[in-house]
């Protein structure tokens, strides 16, 4: 099934795609016991409450159905628990790591980054130079924490697709550079933390170097998601999804989950780790890199919004649909 959440008629809603190409309004549908988002939904799904199966067998009338475009699309969940992202998952960015990564490392992103289908990516020139990173996301469903990797797909509700912008003129702003005085016992304390670190020379073995991603992530519009929240079931493997990236009608970049350096299911379990996942979260797996064939740009780096305005940006991930966003540059 594919799920969405949307605005008709100046209320928000949340439904699904029937046969006819038409979105159920699942609060029509339901009525008085229909939850109040597309999360808690999913909640009520997971603990038996609802079934999809009647649902999908049922012939809904007109007078519960929308047609697609009247809707204003939103993030199929708009406000979840957690956005967490994956560092650097892929395996272009780890064959130039001073050190690999071991397991996967994560950011947190917030809930009013995230915007829907059509909706506009704003942002301003003070941004910089600010990317799209084309990437699949994972919505939980059964929550859990220290979950086996083995049993991590089972926690899967869904599937979605996800642009992970991020605007590297705010990450320089807060990077920070902190130099120990000569003579402290910096070395002695912090050896076994930051050992990993090619030292090139005394001068150099004194420095710290710390950046802080939450505006770089995390402004508002920094995380289109959508258009749809694909059920898992129809997903045979997704660490083997093509995922293909536009400006306009141009093809920017082509690659695969199958290139993540991170399996979902390392990903998923790694994080409940330390992170109790519940249903509704998110967790965006890891960049798509490459680049297409006679693509303008070489690398991600290369594609900067901020000399895009008006633009389109599209991500198309196979079985899961096209994200597409305009782009606006504010002064």
């Given amino acids: 099934m594919k799920f969405c ?13 029937t046969s006819d190409g038409q979105i159920a309004d699942l609060r029509l549908v339901l009525g008085a016991k229909a939850p109040a988002t597309l999360a808690d939904f999913m909640e009520e799904v997971v603990s038996g409450d609802i079934s999809l199966d009647s649902l999908m067998a049922e012939d809904f009338s007109q007078d519960y159905k929308k047609d697609p475009a009247l809707l204003t699309m939103l993030a199929p969940i708009p406000r979840p628990g957690k956005i967490m992202g994956v560092a ?21 992103s917030a809930a009013t980054a995230l915007t829907g289908q059509n909706q506009p990516i704003v942002l301003r020139k003070e941004f910089g130079i600010t990317n799209p990173e084309p990437e ?8 859990g924490k220290n979950i086996k990797e083995e049993d991590a797909l089972d926690h899967v509700f869904g599937y979605s697709v996800i642009n992970d912008v991020t605007s590297h003129g705010l990450k320089a702003e807060d990077s920070i550079e902190i130099i120990v005085p000569e003579g402290s016992d910096f ?12 030292i090139r020379d005394a001068d150099h073995a004194r420095r710290m170097y710390l950046t802080y991603h939450a505006r770089s992530k995390g402004c508002d519009t920094f995380a289109p998601m959508g258009p749809w929240l694909v059920t898992a079931d129809e997903i045979s493997d997704p660490n083997n999804l093509t995922v ?5 009608e141009e093809p920017t970049f082509v690659d695969s989950t199958a290139n993540l350096t991170f399996s979902v299911e390392k990903v998923i379990a790694h994080a409940s780790r330390y992170c109790t996942l519940e249903t509704g979260d998110i967790i965006h797996c890891g960049t798509a890199a490459k680049p297409a064939e006679n693509s303008s740009f070489a690398s991600l780096g290369h594609w900067d919004l901020n000399e895009s305005n008006g633009a389109k940006v599209s991500i198309e991930i196979e079985g899961l649909g096209t994200l597409v966003n305009p782009v606006v540059v504010e002064d």
Avoid at 5 to 17: A, I, L, M, N, P
Avoid at 88 to 108: D, E, G, M, V, Y
């Fill in 244 to 248: 293909r990236s536009y400006q306009n």
């Fill in 187 to 198: 070395e002695a304390r912090y050896e076994k933390s930051m050992g990993w670190r090619e």
């Fill in 5 to 17: 959440s949307f605005v008709s008629e100046g209320q928000k809603s949340y439904g699904f795609e």
């Fill in 88 to 108: 650097i998952n892929n395996q272009i960015f780890q064959a130039l790591s001073h050190r690999p990564s071991a397991t996967p490392a994560f950011f947190f």
């Fill in 136 to 143: 699949l996301a994972v919505i939980i469903g059964k929550g």
